[in-house]
């Protein structure tokens, strides 16, 4: 392949990446993207995707299992048996068609697609390693996208019965043991669907609580459910090492725990991916281990931006994709700048939590007065209706004028309401709005206006 040039060149094509790409290439800009492992990044082969596949297996088993004792439904049938590895190509079936698309995606947009790992030359150029051998690649502007990979415990490295989430969507079997360490929540989502297949799941946190990121409102339910699919866990305990099927570790008050695990699964965070990018040849700032962005994508470099994980957190594929199209966007000419009002989050565990805007800590924490109005969804018809009362929705608003500044929900099914949630912060919806709109009965949504409602003082179903 001989030297190539282009307008853009993405370096990475995740979910920041791809979209980034293709929105240049509808634009009519020269777009070149470049991966080293594959279209769809951490979030379709490795992330996003295949975890919500397993989980779903995960959930469709356990239901079956739940169904062959007695339950209040009437449903009998057989104790299920799972053949794992189809599970497994099943998951990837579901990837492929994904990833398929993506190249797809990028071919229609006229966007070209180079596969080797790439290398900063100089501010303009990248150097990359493919399988018939090193091609430049000149460009007018670049855009890293390169991600993020698993952290590895120093004293535990990744090996062996050690795996990161990565090789935790591709055993070929249920671990009988599985021990996960950090209960963040690609921890607790994969810990939760592991147990729901039938492994022991012990969780190993060194907080002294689960998903330290969100308030304990929102985490006792998922508490709650850890304790019913008899998930230990164990909370304030440092993972210390791994011999012979046995994980070992140290509480906070110096006493010794021993964990019988046949896997051994770290979840303590992820890490920028710069390794290899060649960044000693650019003069970029950095914010720590991230590469440092302004509020249009930019970094240091005039011609270079960056977006998704490596810039930071939230490491989330919905904010690298919404960086990417505004990246195409500036590139192409268009005046654009960072200004969205929220970017909800979502933990698949179970029972799922979401949260977009402010909760009501960190509303006070910037001396707002605020409404905290939470409607319980064991009021709500339709979470009565799929047997899962736990949880609740949660709307933060301005006392003085009812804009709503946050709504967090925890809640079997609440991952669907998100749009909802980040549509009306971002369309700075006041209580009434919300509560003066028609939703559909019967649906979680309902728990939402009903949430409003509250917030105004008449809720009607509580
Ligand atoms: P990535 O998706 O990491 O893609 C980066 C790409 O760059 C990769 O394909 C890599 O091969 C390539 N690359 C890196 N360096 C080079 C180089 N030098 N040359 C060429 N190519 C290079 N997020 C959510 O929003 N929702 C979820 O439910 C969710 N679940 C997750 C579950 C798991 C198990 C994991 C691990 C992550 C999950 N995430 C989720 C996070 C999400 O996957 C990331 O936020 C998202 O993928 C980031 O997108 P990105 O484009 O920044 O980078």
């Known amino acids: 392949m001989s030297d190539l040039s282009c307008k853009l060149l993405v370096i990475g094509a995740g979910p920041g990446g791809y979209v980034t790409a293709i929105r240049a290439g509808q634009l009519g800009v020269d777009t070149i993207i470049v991966d080293g492992e594959a279209l769809g990044g951490t979030c379709l082969n490795v992330g996003c995707i295949p975890s919500k596949a397993l989980i779903h297996a995960a959930d ?46 990028l071919k229609k947009a006229k966007v070209r697609t180079v596969m080797g790992w790439a290398t900063f030359v100089d501010g303009k150029t990248v150097s990359v390693a493919t399988d018939k051998g090193e091609i430049k690649i000149s460009a007018e502007n670049i855009c890293i996208a390169s991600g993020s990979t698993s952290t590895e415990l120093p004293h535990m490295p ?30 607790l989502e994969l810990g939760i669907a592991y147990a729901k297949l039938g492994a022991k799941v012990t969780i190993v946190e060194r907080e002294d609580r689960i998903l330290p990121i969100y308030d304990a409102a929102l985490t006792k339910p998922v508490l709650a459910r850890l304790k019913a699919l ?9 993972a210390a090492a791994f011999a012979d099927g046995v994980l070992t570790g140290k509480t906070s008050g110096s006493k010794s725990v021993e ?11 992820r890490s920028p991916q710069t390794k290899g990018l060649g960044l000693d040849n650019l003069v970029l700032d950095m914010d720590g281990p991230f590469i440092k962005i302004d509020d249009r994508c930019r970094t240091a470099m005039t ?9 930071g957190e939230p490491m989330l594929a919905h904010r690298a994709m919404a960086q990417g199209e505004m990246v195409a966007e500036l590139v192409a000419g268009k005046a654009r700048v960072w200004d969205k ?95 003066d709109t028609i939703h559909a009965h019967p649906t979680q949504g309902e728990a939402v206006q009903e949430a409003a409602l509250k917030g105004l003082g008449h809720a009607l179903h509580i």
């Open 60 to 105: 469709e088993f356990a239901a079956s299992a739940a169904h062959s004792k007695k339950n209040p439904l009437g449903i009998s049938h057989p104790k299920p048996k799972i053949d794992f590895k189809q599970t497994i190509k099943w998951k990837d079936g579901v990837v492929k068609q994904l990833t398929g698309g993506v190249g797809a995606l």
């Open 158 to 187: 990744f090996g062996g019965d050690i795996i990161s989430s990565t090789e935790a969507l591709a055993l070929e079997t249920v671990p009988a043991s599985l021990a996960v360490i950090g209960a963040g929540y690609i921890g």
């Open 230 to 238: 008899k998930i230990n866990l164990h909370l304030k305990t440092d």
């Open 259 to 269: 964990i019988p695990a046949e896997k051994v699964l770290v979840t303590v965070g």
């Open 303 to 311: 011609g270079i931006y960056a977006i998704g994980d490596v810039t």
């Open 341 to 435: 009002a929220v970017i909800p989050a979502i933990c698949f565990t179970d029972p799922e939590i979401v949260t977009a805007g402010l909760s009501p800590d960190e509303a006070e924490a910037e001396n707002i007065e605020i409404i905290n109005a939470m409607f319980p969804l064991a009021a709500n018809g339709r979470s009565l209706a799929i047997e899962r009362t736990d949880g609740f929705i949660r709307i933060v608003a301005r006392k003085d004028n009812h804009l709503v500044l946050g709504i967090q929900a925890v809640g079997k099914g609440c991952a669907e309401l998100a749009s909802g949630f980040g549509l009306a912060i971002e369309m700075g919806a006041r209580l009434e709005d919300i509560a």
